[in-house]
């Protein structure tokens, strides 16, 4: 499957975006997605994803109660909106995608993602 992450951009701390994921190539129904993110000198660090088989949602605790992850099927487009912004959430976002199948414990392994998004800047400013 074919990603294509977009949504980013300039925002102040406190405000909000909503970065889409729209796929192609592939039944996109077939993949859980994710949300990662890499700021400049950091690894790259889940974000949030969803779990198709075990009917699962994961955030990160940087992101508790301000991230919420959607997907619309009939779009096939998985989506993250962003509220409170905060000059920390800065970073390069990127979506991913993995067979539908794959264990809770195995979807915090970055290796296990098969397709990737483009990625998109996210930059909040103080």
């Known amino acids: 499957v074919q990603l294509q992450a977009s949504g980013g951009g300039l925002v102040q701390a406190g405000g909000s975006l909503r970065l889409s994921c729209a796929a192609s190539?592939?039944?996109?129904?077939?993949?859980?997605m994710a949300w990662l993110r890499q700021a400049p000198g950091k690894e790259r660090e889940f974000v949030s994803f969803?779990?198709?088989?075990?009917?699962?949602?994961y955030y990160a605790d940087p992101v508790k109660g301000r991230f919420t992850i959607s997907r619309d099927n009939a779009k096939n487009t998985v989506y993250l909106q962003m509220n409170s912004l905060k000059p920390e959430d800065t970073a390069v976002y990127y979506c991913?995608?993995?067979?539908?199948?794959?264990?809770?414990?195995?979807?915090?392994?970055?290796?296990?993602?098969?397709?990737w998004g483009q990625g998109t800047q996210v930059t909040v400013s103080s």
């Open positions: 190539g592939d039944t996109f129904s077939v993949y859980s």
């Open positions: 969803k779990s198709l088989s075990e009917g699962r949602t």
């Open positions: 991913a995608a993995t067979p539908r199948g794959l264990i809770w414990s195995s979807m915090f392994e970055i290796r296990y993602y098969s397709s």
